[in-house]
């Protein structure tokens, strides 16, 4: 059985900090890219940052929040963190976490809702 359960999330003030988990089952973890998505009300779902399965784990993040998250991954937990700093209304969104590859079935998870509001 296939799963990635997205956690962490919730009602945070501008300016604050969350720490959104992904905990991985089912698959073989270590051999994809993990990515977190991002989608707010009435948009599209946005390619938030991703962690390469290969060297170290090559980072990239949407420039909408570079500076701001930190994508992260634990191999041996089979869990990818998205650290969020200096959070923005703009932020606000469900969340989503996705394990990617360009030869091997692809997985998402249900989700988990980050509101930034005074």
């Known amino acids: 059985q296939v799963q990635l359960v997205e956690s962490g999330g919730g009602l945070v003030q501008p300016g604050g900090s969350l720490r959104l988990s992904c905990a991985a089952s089912?698959?073989?973890?270590?051999?994809?890219?993990m990515t977190w998505y991002r989608q707010a009300p009435g948009k599209g779902r946005e390619l938030v940052a991703s962690i390469s399965n290969g060297g170290g784990g090559t980072t990239n993040y949407a420039d909408s929040v570079k500076g701001r998250f930190t994508i992260s991954r634990d191999n041996a937990k089979k869990t990818v963190y998205l650290q969020m700093n200096s959070l923005k209304p703009e932020d606000t969104a469900v969340y989503y976490c996705?394990?990617?590859?360009?030869?091997?079935?692809?997985?998402w998870g249900q989700g988990t809702q980050v509101t930034v509001s005074s």
């Open positions: 089912g698959f073989t973890f270590s051999t994809y890219t």
């Open positions: 996705k394990a990617v590859s360009v030869y091997k079935p692809e997985y």
